[in-house]
C-alpha cells in the first residue's frame, strides 16, 4: 500500500493517485486534517518488535498504515483543534498530536518521498543557498535579515533597479510574488523589524529555468516572461510566457544530484536565473514544488515518474 499525506484539494496527489490506481496499486490519501472528527489514530504494541499502527476513518474504514511501501510526504494539514476553546488546552493537544503522528511516521520502515525531517530541512533557503555555494553553483547575493540598515545598506550596494526582494515562504492566507525594491520601498524599511526579509541581487536573465526532479530523472523547462512586462518572477503572468523542455548542461544535471543527495531529498523543484552569458544562477528549491504547469509548458510525464518511484521506490525488481 502507498500512503499520500495530502488533502482532497491538491490536484497533483490526485493526478497521481489516480495514475496508480489505474495500475492497479492500493492507494491511501491521509488527510492530517480529518484528526479528530473523522479519523482516529492507533499504534498497538501487542507484538513490541513489530508494532502496528492504523487509521480509522470514517470513510475508509481501519487502515494498516505499518503497511505501506512508500509514503509520500505532499501536502501535509494540520489536525484541526477549533472544538478546543482554551488555548493552552489547545496547545497541548497541538503537541500531543504532533508527538503521535511524527512518532507514526518514524514507524513507518519504508522509503519516504521526501522524508518528514530532510524534507523539513531542505526547506530552509539560508541552508540551500550555503549548499549550492559549496558544490560550486552560483547563487544570487543575498541577505536575509529583520535590520533595517542592514536592508538599506544592501539596497544601496545593488542600487534601485537591481534589488529584489521576497518571502521565506508563502501560506494558503499569504501569497507574495518576488518584487524589485522601489524608491518608495526605502521608506518602509522599518517594517522588516516585525518580519525578517529576505534581498537579493537581481539577476539579468534571458529565461527562469524550472528544473523537477524525481529520484534520478530531471525534467528542465525555460520560462521566458520578457515579453509579459513583469520578468521579475515568473509566476505572475505564467499564462503568458513562452515555456519550453530544454537540456541541462551536464555540469548542472550533477550539481542536482549532488544537492538533492547533500539535502536527502529525492523530490524537488529547482529555480535558476539563465543569464544572456550563458550561465546558471541558483535560487532555491521547493521539495514540493509544484509540476503540473511544467507537464503542460514542456511536456515532461512528472506524474509519470513521481508514480512509478511510489510504485517502486528501489527501482524495477530485474
Same mark, same amino acid.
Given at each position: 500500500?502507498?500512503?499520500?499525506?495530502?488533502?482532497?484539494?491538491?490536484?497533483?496527489?490526485?493526478?497521481?493517485?489516480?495514475?496508480?490506481?489505474?495500475?492497479?496499486?492500493?492507494?491511501?490519501?491521509? *488527510?492530517?486534517? *480529518?484528526?479528530?472528527?473523522?479519523?482516529?489514530?492507533?499504534?498497538?504494541?501487542?507484538?513490541?518488535?513489530? @508494532?502496528?499502527?492504523?487509521?480509522?476513518?470514517?470513510?475508509?474504514?481501519?487502515? #494498516?498504515?505499518?503497511?505501506?511501501?512508500?509514503?509520500?510526504?505532499?501536502?501535509?494539514?494540520?489536525?484541526?483543534?477549533?472544538?478546543?476553546?482554551?488555548?493552552?488546552? /489547545?496547545?497541548?493537544?497541538?503537541?500531543?498530536?504532533?508527538?503521535?503522528?511524527?512518532?507514526?511516521?518514524?514507524?513507518?520502515?519504508?522509503?519516504?518521498?521526501?522524508?518528514?525531517?530532510?524534507?523539513? /530541512?531542505?526547506?530552509?533557503?539560508?541552508?540551500?543557498?550555503?549548499?549550492?555555494?559549496?558544490?560550486?553553483?552560483?547563487?544570487?547575493?543575498?541577505?536575509?535579515?529583520?535590520? @533595517? &540598515?542592514?536592508?538599506?545598506?544592501?539596497?544601496?550596494?545593488? &542600487?534601485?533597479?537591481?534589488?529584489?526582494?521576497?518571502?521565506?515562504?508563502?501560506?494558503?492566507?499569504?501569497?507574495?510574488?518576488?518584487?524589485?525594491?522601489?524608491?518608495?520601498?526605502?521608506?518602509?524599511?522599518?517594517?522588516?523589524?516585525?518580519?525578517?526579509?529576505?534581498?537579493?541581487? /537581481?539577476? @539579468?536573465?534571458?529565461?527562469?529555468?524550472?528544473?523537477?526532479?524525481?529520484?534520478?530523472?530531471?525534467?528542465?523547462?525555460?520560462? #521566458?516572461?520578457?515579453?509579459? &512586462?513583469?520578468?521579475?518572477?515568473?509566476?505572475?503572468?505564467?499564462?503568458?510566457?513562452?515555456?519550453?523542455?530544454?537540456?541541462?548542461?551536464?555540469?548542472?544535471?550533477?550539481?542536482?544530484?549532488?544537492?538533492?543527495?547533500?539535502?536527502?531529498?529525492?523530490?524537488?523543484?529547482? *529555480?535558476?536565473?539563465?543569464?544572456?552569458?550563458?550561465?546558471?544562477?541558483?535560487?532555491?528549491?521547493?521539495?514540493?514544488?509544484?509540476?503540473?504547469?511544467?507537464?503542460?509548458?514542456? &511536456?515532461?510525464?512528472?506524474? #509519470?515518474?513521481?508514480?512509478?518511484?511510489?510504485?517502486? @521506490?528501489?527501482?524495477?525488481?530485474?
Amino acid at each position: 500500500m502507498i500512503v499520500v499525506i495530502s488533502h482532497p484539494g491538491d490536484l497533483h496527489a490526485t493526478r497521481v493517485v489516480d495514475r496508480l490506481r489505474s495500475r492497479g496499486r492500493e492507494v491511501f490519501v491521509l *488527510d492530517i486534517a *480529518d484528526f479528530p472528527d473523522t479519523a482516529t489514530l492507533s499504534v498497538d504494541f501487542g507484538e513490541p518488535a513489530t @508494532p502496528r499502527a492504523t487509521v480509522t476513518h470514517g470513510a475508509y474504514g481501519v487502515v #494498516d498504515v505499518s503497511a505501506a511501501t512508500a509514503v509520500w510526504w505532499r501536502r501535509p494539514q494540520f489536525v484541526r483543534l477549533e472544538a478546543i476553546a482554551d488555548n493552552d488546552a /489547545r496547545g497541548f493537544a497541538h503537541g500531543e498530536w504532533h508527538e503521535a503522528l511524527h512518532g507514526v511516521y518514524a514507524l513507518l520502515d519504508c522509503p519516504w518521498m521526501n522524508p518528514p525531517q530532510a524534507d523539513e /530541512r531542505a526547506s530552509h533557503k539560508a541552508l540551500q543557498l550555503r549548499v549550492a555555494s559549496e558544490l560550486g553553483m552560483r547563487v544570487p547575493d543575498t541577505l536575509m535579515t529583520s535590520d @533595517p &540598515g542592514a536592508a538599506l545598506a544592501f539596497i544601496e550596494r545593488h &542600487g534601485i533597479g537591481g534589488t529584489i526582494h521576497k518571502i521565506f515562504a508563502a501560506t494558503h492566507q499569504v501569497w507574495r510574488e518576488t518584487r524589485l525594491v522601489r524608491v518608495e520601498d526605502v521608506a518602509l524599511l522599518e517594517s522588516v523589524r516585525l518580519a525578517p526579509v529576505i534581498f537579493q541581487e /537581481r539577476i @539579468p536573465a534571458v529565461a527562469d529555468v524550472r528544473v523537477t526532479v524525481v529520484g534520478d530523472d530531471v525534467f528542465p523547462m525555460a520560462i #521566458d516572461t520578457r515579453h509579459t &512586462g513583469y520578468d521579475v518572477d515568473f509566476r505572475v503572468n505564467m499564462e503568458r510566457a513562452h515555456t519550453s523542455a530544454l537540456a541541462l548542461p551536464e555540469d548542472v544535471v550533477d550539481f542536482l544530484h549532488r544537492l538533492m543527495a547533500e539535502l536527502g531529498i529525492v523530490y524537488g523543484a529547482a *529555480d535558476f536565473r539563465l543569464t544572456p552569458e550563458g550561465e546558471y544562477v541558483f535560487l532555491e528549491i521547493n521539495p514540493a514544488g509544484e509540476f503540473l504547469f511544467v507537464e503542460q509548458g514542456a &511536456g515532461h510525464p512528472i506524474t #509519470d515518474a513521481v508514480a512509478g518511484w511510489l510504485a517502486e @521506490p528501489l527501482g524495477p525488481v530485474l
